[in-house]
């Protein structure tokens, strides 16, 4: 008996889901709770495991494409098994195909200059009454079809071959701005194409892509956040000479990167000033004595943000391994929907991109993150003389409804000063 099977509930937020990729093939076999396709999330990619066995018959979402919670995406059952009960409205996929050769068939042919065009008869009486070539007409009915409306809403211009207008349409040509009285031939659109060419010097093309399910919740989120949070940035410069100087001796035994090592401090620091890791609750403000650490990470489909849960207990060993570990899940597409919730605060690393200052958007429901720059070797005055030091800008994006610039100074002061006394974590 086939069976239909609906889109899984993949997170507490999740209304609808994009279908990234089928793993399988309409006719081909699926065993119960073998991967059948990827699901794209606001947040991750999934991979979902097919809930019924038997011949994979129909898919009825195809790749790219939404379907709500619960809403129908396949249906699998034995092969050859008859399923137009399952496909609405009692109508079959013989009976759909049949249904559309008969359609084509009341529908008139017109060939002009070896072009078909689909027309229905009372369309192309209407055309021939105002001298209207049906090629030059955009058909909005069925297949394409030009119906009457479509020839009475047209209006005339220079009369278009359908070769002609097939390679403007290719290559970007306006057809509207070829002046010519007279008919437009393949000839004239290659003669403005070459016009273009010499006025730009570019061939202009514009390609439009869908936004991917991450990159659409990325922009709903920053929307989100925009309007939510009186957000105010603050950086400060900091001297990083001490801190590369302890990441050297330490590599001897565990190798970290800046990003651990800025991790740990903030974490330690926000434990001192627990209002930059609290969270609004209406008229509340939730305060918290631990830190869960989101760590921006640019994936090629955007920006995603895992958490390590309790970064202020942890050693730096061990937290340089959480780190590298969801690193490594991220780009794996591995991540489970825990991995991305309950942060706290969040730290995001432009520095090898020489990035030397920002405004990070504060990732909701959080009141703050830290933009980490590059470090750059800086002319500075020291002691009354001028000397070049390893500086970093830190930037830090806070909401104003939490927290005070006064508040928000004394975090960056205090940050400063054990980012330039790392000796400060051991006590």
């Not at 709770?33 to 066995?53: C, G, H, M, R, Y």
């Not at 605060?345 to 830290?370: C, H, K, M, R, W």
């Not at 009354?384 to 610039?405: E, K, Y």
């Not at 006064?406 to 400063?416: D, E, G, I, S, Y």
Request: glycine share 6%.
């Amino acid at each position: 008996m086939a069976n239909i099977m609906l889109m899984p509930k993949l997170g507490l937020t999740m209304t609808e889901g994009r279908i990234g990729e089928w793993l399988k093939k309409e006719g081909e076999k699926v065993v119960l709770e073998e991967p059948l396709l990827q699901v794209e999330t606001d947040k991750i990619a999934n991979i979902v495991n097919s809930t019924f066995e038997g011949t994979l018959l129909k898919i009825l979402v195809p790749r790219g494409d939404k379907q709500e919670v619960k809403g129908e995406i396949c249906i699998i059952g034995e092969s050859g098994e008859d399923i137009s009960s399952l496909l609405g409205k009692g109508i079959s996929e013989d009976e759909n195909a049949v249904e559309r050769k008969i359609e084509v068939k009341e529908v008139k042919r017109e060939n002009l200059d070896g072009g078909i065009v689909l027309a229905s008869p009372l369309a192309k009486r209407r055309a021939r009454e105002k001298d209207f070539e049906l090629a030059q007409i955009i058909g909005t009915g069925p297949n394409g079809r030009i119906v009457e409306k479509d020839v009475l809403n047209f209006k005339s211009g220079p009369k278009v071959s359908p070769t002609a207008k097939n390679i403007a349409s290719k290559i970007g040509v306006d057809i509207s701005k070829i002046k010519k009285s007279t008919r437009i031939m393949k000839k004239d659109v290659l003669d403005e194409a070459q016009k273009n060419l010499r006025l730009s010097g570019i061939n202009p093309c514009e390609e439009y892509i869908e936004m991917s399910q991450m990159r659409v919740a990325i922009s709903e989120s920053m929307i989100r956040s925009w309007h939510i949070s009186p957000a105010v940035t603050y950086e400060l410069k900091v001297d990083t000479t001490m801190l590369k100087a302890f990441k050297e001796q330490i590599k001897i035994s565990y190798k970290v990167t800046y990003t651990d090592l800025l991790v740990k401090i903030a974490s330690q620091v926000l434990i001192e000033y627990p209002i930059l890791n609290c969270a609004i609750d209406e008229n509340r403000l939730v305060l918290r004595n631990y830190v869960n650490m989101g760590i921006a990470v640019a994936l090629d489909e955007g920006l995603i943000v895992p958490v390590v849960k309790h970064a202020n207990a942890m050693g730096l060993r061990e937290l340089s391994s959480e780190i590298r570990l969801l690193v490594e899940k991220a780009k794996n597409n591995e991540l489970e929907t825990d991995d991305l919730q309950g942060g706290t605060f969040t730290v995001t690393n432009l520095g090898t991109y020489q990035i030397d200052a920002f405004s990070p958007i504060i990732n909701q429901p959080e009141v703050a993150i830290l933009g980490i720059t590059t470090i750059k070797d800086t002319v500075v005055a020291k002691g009354g003389q001028v000397v070049i030091l390893p500086m970093m800008n830190l930037c830090l994006t806070a909401d104003h409804r939490a927290v005070d610039g006064a508040v928000a100074a004394q975090f960056m002061a205090r940050l400063k000063e054990v980012i330039e006394n790392p000796a400060l974590l051991l006590l």
